[in-house]
T-cell receptor, first 113, second 108 residues
Framework: NAGVMQNPRHLVRRRGQEARLRCSPM?????VYWYRQLPEEGLKFMVY????????ESGMPKERFSAEFPKEGPSILRIQQVVRGDSAAYFC???????????FGPGTRLTVL | GIQVEQSPPDLILQEGANSTLRCNFS?????LQWFHQNPWGQLINLFY???GTKQNGRLSATTVATERYSLLYISSSQTTDSGVYFC??????????FGTGTRLKVLA
C-alpha cells in the first residue's frame, strides 16, 4: 500500500505566479489535511477536506489560497499570486476517518523568488 | 487553545549515547504522535501513542495522558538519528497541533 504521495517535491515560483501542489492520499483514505511548515517552525494546520467537501479551512489564509479534493484525482492546494512569505514546506496527510491516525506525505517545498 | 511544549529545544549527543525527549501538553488529547523530520525535510511517523508505552528497535515512547506528557527515548544513538523530533497532539478536533520540536545532532 503506497503511502501519501505529494508532487512536486520542490517547486520554485517567482512572485506573482501561481503554485499548485498535489496530494494523493493513501488508498482507502477519504480524509485529507494540509499543513504548512514555515522555516524553523512546527507544522500548522491549514485545511481539512473530504471528497468534494471542505470541512474546515480555518487555518488557511483568506486570500490567494484555495484547496479542493475532487471526486476523482488528487487534492490540490492552490496559491495564487505567490509572495516571498509563502515560501515553506507544505505537507499533506490522509486518514480513513476524521479521528484516525494521520499519515503524512513527504511534503512540497515551495520557494518564491 | 491547547499548548504543546517540547524540551530540550536542542540536543547534541555523541554517537552511542542515550537521550530522552519530552512533550508536555496543556489539555486532554485523543491522539498523540511522534515524528522525526530528517535533514532532507521528510517527516517520518515514529509512534502513534495516545497512552501507554511502545517500542520499536532503539526507540521507545511513553505517554501518561492523565499527567499530560509524553517521552521519547532514543538509545544507542546513531548519526542517522539527527534531525528534528516533533510531538503532535490531536485534542479531538482532527487538527494536529505540533510542538516546536527538539533539534538533535548526533556526532560520530
Amino acid at each position: 500500500n503506497a503511502g501519501v504521495m505529494q508532487n512536486p517535491r520542490h517547486l520554485v515560483r517567482r512572485r506573482g505566479q501561481e503554485a499548485r501542489l498535489r496530494c494523493s492520499p493513501m488508498k482507502g483514505h477519504s480524509h485529507v489535511y494540509w499543513y504548512r511548515q514555515l522555516p524553523e517552525e512546527g507544522l500548522k494546520f491549514m485545511v481539512y477536506l473530504q471528497k468534494e467537501n471542505i470541512i474546515d479551512e480555518s487555518g488557511m489564509p483568506k486570500e490567494r489560497f484555495s484547496a479542493e479534493f475532487p471526486k476523482e484525482g488528487p487534492s490540490i492546494l492552490r496559491i495564487q499570486q505567490v509572495v516571498r512569505g509563502d515560501s515553506a514546506a507544505y505537507f499533506c496527510a490522509s486518514s480513513p476517518g476524521s479521528v484516525d491516525t494521520q499519515y503524512f506525505g513527504p511534503g512540497t517545498r515551495l520557494t518564491v523568488l | 487553545g491547547i499548548q504543546v511544549e517540547q524540551s530540550p529545544p536542542d540536543l547534541i549527543l555523541q554517537e552511542g549515547a542515550n537521550s530522552t525527549l519530552r512533550c508536555n501538553f496543556s489539555d486532554s488529547v485523543n491522539n498523540l504522535q511522534w515524528f522525526h523530520q530528517n535533514p532532507w525535510g521528510q517527516l517520518i511517523n515514529l509512534f502513534y501513542i495516545p497512552s501507554g508505552t511502545k517500542q520499536n528497535g532503539r526507540l521507545s515512547a511513553t505517554t501518561v495522558a492523565t499527567e499530560r506528557y509524553s517521552l521519547l527515548y532514543i538509545s544507542s544513538s546513531q548519526t542517522t538519528d539527527s534531525g528534528v523530533y516533533f510531538c503532535a497532539v490531536e485534542p479531538g478536533t482532527y487538527k494536529y497541533i505540533f510542538g516546536t520540536g527538539t533539534r538533535l545532532k548526533v556526532l560520530a
